[in-house]
């Protein structure tokens, strides 16, 4: 019963290079969403998905990417990390006609 | 954006005390909900209200949404260690459009 995972828990990296954070959820839940957590900001919406292959902006999306092939995965990638991008990023996913989110456990990310 | 603004931010009190969160806006959402955020851990949602005025009980927390449905209140009846931990409210304003409020982080001390 793995619910919505995320990976990795932790990564420190440096300016200017890539990331992935990956989400998997196994309730096939359509909607899914990534959120960034920092203090005195709450959580952010960065973007979320309806469906596979239907992706949207949230309020933060500059200097992220995401896509939905399959409907479990998530991924959320920053093409070039700087370092306002670190953060605490969640992942969460949602029924269609349900309220609640349910969240993955997190992934903190440290851009030096 | 719609501000979510969270009051106090920060509270510790005693175990056995009696406390309540603030959770205000100038926007008017369709429901509100309240989730708890534990060290290391996403947030759980705690309760969804949906009419304006109404009341929720969830064992020692009572959370009542306003008449306007611009803002909300979370209170907790005699305190436990249990209970600390960040508290999150999030306004719905559409089907897939939840505004997070900025948190407030509860203490209990035994």
């Known amino acids: 019963d793995a619910g919505i995972t995320q990976s990795p828990r932790y990564k420190i990296t440096e300016t200017g290079r890539q990331v992935t954070l990956m989400c998997h959820q196994t309730w096939s839940h359509s909607y899914m969403f990534w959120y960034r957590q920092d203090l005195g900001h709450g959580l952010r919406l960065i973007y979320y998905?309806?469906?596979?292959?239907?992706?949207d902006k949230g309020e933060v999306p500059d200097g992220y990417v995401v896509s939905r092939s399959k409907t479990e995965n998530f991924p959320l990638t920053l093409e070039s990390a700087t370092r306002s991008q670190t953060s605490v990023y969640f992942c969460?996913?949602?029924?269609?006609?349900?309220?609640?989110?349910?969240f993955g456990e997190g992934s903190r990310l440290t851009v030096l | 954006t719609q501000l979510l603004e969270q009051s106090p931010q920060f509270l510790s009190i005693q175990e056995g005390e009696n406390l309540t969160v603030y959770c205000n806006s100038s926007?008017?959402?369709?429901?509100l909900q309240w989730y708890r955020q534990e060290p290391g851990e996403g947030p759980v949602l705690l309760v969804t209200v949906v009419t304006g005025g109404e009341v929720k009980k969830l064992k020692r927390l009572t959370f009542q949404f306003g008449d306007a449905r611009k803002d909300s209140s979370l209170h907790i009846t005699a305190a436990q260690p249990g209970d600390t931990g960040l508290y999150l409210c999030?306004?719905?304003?559409?089907?897939?459009?939840?505004?997070f409020g900025t948190g407030t982080r509860l203490t209990v001390i035994p």
């Open positions: 998905s309806a469906a596979a292959d239907i992706t």
């Open positions: 969460a996913s949602k029924r269609r006609r349900g309220r609640e989110l349910f």
């Open positions: 999030a306004g719905v304003a559409g089907a897939n459009n939840l505004f």
């Open positions: 926007s008017v959402f369709s429901s």
